[in-house]
């Protein structure tokens, strides 16, 4: 079998502390717990939202979050779940694709006060 070898210099920007790749429910947690700890954090999605399938592919909901009587989930599912019940978001649907996104968008962008926004 005959061998090839490669060879490229790549240019490397060393001034993140904190790369995530992939804006679903667990990039935004990564995200947001990084930039809430100072870290300098670069979160990276493919698509125009934030949310994964629950935003993008149109999915209701991430996951059962109660039982009837009690949470289920805590950290950013409880978050989304429960601002997403007041102002504006109430009259969207708590379960819209668009509600789910702004309020991720809106806890990362409070995380991350330095971070830019790319589309």
Avoid: Q
Avoid at 2 to 28: E, Y
Avoid at 91 to 107: Q, V
Avoid at 110 to 116: D, I, L
Wanted: glycine letters at 14%; one cysteine or more; charged letters at 20%.
């Amino acid at each position: 079998m005959k061998k090839i070898k490669f060879s490229r210099s790549l240019p490397c920007d060393d001034t993140w502390d904190v790369i995530v790749v992939g804006g679903g429910p667990a990039g935004c947690a990564a995200a947001a717990a990084a930039g809430r700890e100072g870290a300098k954090t670069l979160l990276i999605e493919a698509t125009g939202s934030l949310g994964g399938m629950g935003t993008n592919g149109l999915i209701p909901a991430w996951c059962p979050f109660s039982d009837g009587k009690d949470m289920l989930y805590r950290g950013i599912g409880e978050r989304v779940f429960n601002e997403c019940k007041t102002g504006i978001f109430c009259h969207i649907g708590i379960e819209s694709p668009i509600a789910i996104s702004l309020k991720l968008n809106a806890i990362c962008a409070a995380a991350m006060p330095t971070a830019k926004s790319r589309m």
